[in-house]
């Protein structure tokens, strides 16, 4: 079983990633768990979001305190929100920032793995404005999904709530975040 | 039949689908805090047309319940759904929805009560509720949950049931996690739950009757006594209920309680709810290690099914039993219902009375293990014990 944990803030869209992620890996035949961490929500507040992944059906209910990876879709949370906690050395850190890599483990402290990822400005670029599904991109390409699955379920999803020119653009933003990084 | 639509579902989502396959005449409910988002899912289908029922939005849960009583006496199949500070304050009309033999069935996102102000999971507002007269009914993951609410419609309109089925999911850890779940096909769930027929509608008006009156001490004592039978029913009829649906869904229900790794374990903990399936992961664990562990988990309340229980249980060494609410001077009510069970036994389990998660408090699979390592130790004293708090 894989855990994965989402940073945040309020509106960014990391519970709506988390949830993509458990949609595509549940394509790729998966059991999952996707729950964000409940307080009291506001727009900017820092918050975080879990995804259990198994091959096995999950009877886990606890919260996660040790993820193998963590996404970190905000950059200031580095600082505000100990997006390293419980992350063992062999674990990765995503995180969305025009910085190097070696720069975050300057700024984190972290010695394992640190991936980075302008995911904001793919975003941007894309015209689309969220960096979350850019992150999601570059995080299913870090966990060696398939691109063709991952694509699907985001579109399939995305098209139940925005108009098609807006998913077009989010979907450009995604295979910008995957290709980044596979 | 098998179930042949498996999607990622929050909790929530999973019981307003069974809410739609069920179709009820009417939904009467409070549309906001502290509502669950199953009311909201729910209208969100009416209004698309998905289902025929009517939502009947009032202004308090006590309205709510009152409106379902109403609906449900003049013969409409009805359901709510509710949390935390609404059950209490539908507590009133709950007492009275069982005592009119009101075939509801309500599903609770079980959650604290205040104070002090709290929004997370534990089973004090279920808990309180369990003298009510109501069916109970814990599910520990959202299939669990689904099934248990398309069964509670059976159980709940059963003729010698007729009284109203509460289906509780935990709070946050259930009803907003995303989780696989598989829905059966709408047709299936029609046909399993059926017409519903109301033996004395309200609004028969060739065959009138009255309903809900003023009964004097001449009388109200056997009308309580009629309660008291309908429940002695319940069993018999879940088992009933069960085996048609498994025929219907591949499922494998058999029995008011479920247990796991039990028969020869000489340690077992007792835990409502989506605790089970963390402790299941820890007998798990324990039993690879070589250790003779299990556990068993009610899924039926109320009625207790204490004989079975009892008989499952009198063999073990220790007994360690995880309540998620307080009874405020006395034990835990999961203690209580365990410890009356075994109450006329010579030779019985040492028993221990574990009070966890309380407001939402995560529980840890290595706490769950302690407990086990607890139980091993023949000289352990305080029956009460409360886990991860600080003291």
């Known amino acids: 079983m894989k855990e994965i944990r989402w940073h945040g803030r309020g509106g960014q869209g990391a519970k709506t990633a988390s949830q993509l992620l458990a949609d595509i890996n549940l394509q790729e035949g998966k059991f999952v768990q996707s729950f964000p961490e409940y307080g009291p929500e506001r727009s900017g507040a820092p918050i975080r979001a879990y995804n259990r992944v198994s091959d096995k059906k999950i009877r886990v209910h606890s919260g996660v305190d040790e993820p193998e990876v963590v996404a970190v879709v905000d950059p200031t949370l580095l600082q505000a929100a100990s997006p390293t906690e419980g992350l063992s050395e062999d674990g990765v850190l995503l995180v969305n920032t025009p910085n190097s890599s070696d720069e975050v483990k300057d700024e984190t402290g972290f010695t394992g793995k640190v991936i980075t990822i302008d995911a904001t400005k793919i975003a941007e670029d894309a015209g689309s404005g969220y960096a979350n599904i850019p992150m999601l991109g570059a995080l299913v390409a870090v966990l060696g999904t398939e691109y063709e699955v991952a694509e699907s379920e985001v579109s399939k999803a995305l098209s139940k709530k925005l108009p098609e020119e807006i998913v077009e653009l989010n979907l450009e933003a995604f295979e910008a975040g995957y290709e980044k990084l596979s | ?391």
Not at chain 2, 107 to 115: D, I, K
Request: aromatic share 8%; net charge negative.
């Open chain 2, 1 to 391: 039949m098998s179930k042949d639509n498996k999607d990622v579902l929050t909790g929530h989502q999973v019981v307003a689908n069974a809410m739609r396959q069920v179709d009820p005449d009417v939904v009467a409910a409070y549309p906001i805090t502290p509502q669950s988002e199953i009311v909201e899912y729910f209208s969100q289908y009416v209004a698309d047309g998905k289902v025929d029922s009517e939502v009947i939005t009032v202004e308090s849960e006590h309205s709510a319940m009152s409106a379902c009583v109403g609906s449900a006496a003049a013969g409409a199949r009805t359901m709510t759904a509710t949390a935390s500070q609404g059950l209490a304050l539908m507590m009133e009309i709950v007492y009275i929805a069982a005592s009119m033999r009101t075939p509801i069935v309500m599903t609770v996102a079980n959650r604290a009560l205040s104070g002090p102000i709290n929004i997370h999971c534990d089973h004090s507002d279920s808990m309180a509720a369990r003298d009510s007269g109501v069916i109970q009914l814990y599910g520990e993951d959202a299939q669990e949950a689904y099934e248990f609410t398309l069964m509670a419609q059976r159980l709940a309109e059963s003729e010698d049931v007729l009284l109203p089925v509460m289906v509780t999911l935990d709070g946050f850890t259930l009803t907003h996690t995303a989780q696989v779940a598989e829905l059966l096909p709408d047709e299936a769930v029609s046909e399993f739950v059926g017409e519903y027929d109301a033996r004395y509608p309200l609004l028969d008006v060739e065959n009138p009757t009255t309903q809900g009156p003023f009964d004097m001490p001449d009388y109200y004592f056997e009308h309580k006594l009629q309660q008291v039978e309908a429940m002695e029913n319940v069993p018999a009829r879940f088992l009933q209920v069960q085996e048609e649906f498994n025929d219907l869904s591949g499922s494998n229900y058999d029995g008011l309680f479920e247990t796991y790794k039990l028969d020869d374990a000489d340690y077992a903990v007792v835990v409502l709810g989506s605790t089970a399936g963390t402790a299941k992961v820890v007998v798990d664990e324990l039993r690879e290690k070589g250790k003779k562990v299990g556990l068993l988990k009610p899924w039926l309340f109320r009625p207790f099914p204490g004989e079975g229980i009892k008989d499952a249980l009198v063999d073990k060494e220790a007994v360690g039993i995880l309540d998620r609410s307080l009874s405020f001077g006395s034990s835990g009510p999961l203690y209580l219902e365990i410890s009356s069970a075994l109450a006329e036994e010579d030779r019985k389990p040492r028993l221990y009375n574990y009070t966890y998660g309380l407001g939402g408090r995560d529980i840890k699979e290595d706490q769950i293990a302690d407990v086990f390592e607890d139980l091993a130790n023949p000289d352990l004293e305080d029956k009460m014990r409360y886990i991860g708090a600080r003291q």
